[in-house]
């Protein structure tokens, strides 16, 4: 069982920045790759970014590729998400995930909902304009 608690959100202004964390809890964390994913109002939750256990592989959502990175810490049981130059369109819940499936180095299998198996209750995000 793996529990993760996202933090690190709020109001910032369009062009500002912002690092979300996730913490997990509860199993052995540095063998699972883990995403970002988020969903604004009114529409589907969309991925963000993921990251291998080593963090030697990441992939992005071409809408936050330059201006988002993903990292891990496994000593800590984390994953961060540094949000920079931040649009109004990045406005959502964002949300940390982490998967228990034999890993495919396929940026469709990182960035496929059904392809994690546990949830954070995710970390608001809004963005003035």
């Known amino acids: 069982q793996v529990k993760l608690v996202e933090s690190g959100g709020g109001l910032v202004q369009a062009g500002g920045s912002l690092r979300l964390s996730c913490a997990a809890s509860?199993?052995?964390?540095?063998?699972?790759?883990m995403a970002w994913f988020r969903q604004a109002p009114g529409k589907e939750r969309e991925f963000v970014a993921a990251?291998?256990?080593?963090?030697?592989?990441?992939y992005y959502a071409d809408s936050v590729k330059g201006r988002f990175t993903i990292a891990r810490d496994n000593a800590k049981n984390s994953i961060y998400l540094q949000m920079n130059s931040l649009k109004s369109e990045d406005t959502a819940l964002y949300y940390c995930?982490?998967?228990?499936?034999?890993?495919?180095?396929?940026?469709?299998?990182?960035?496929?909902?059904?392809?994690?198996?546990?949830w954070g209750q995710g970390t608001q995000v809004t963005v003035s304009s």
């Open positions: 990251i291998t256990w080593s963090g030697g592989t990441t």
């Open positions: 995930a982490a998967s228990l499936r034999p890993i495919r180095f396929l940026a469709s299998w990182f960035s496929a909902e059904s392809t994690y198996d546990y």
């Open positions: 509860g199993r052995t964390f540095n063998n699972i790759p």
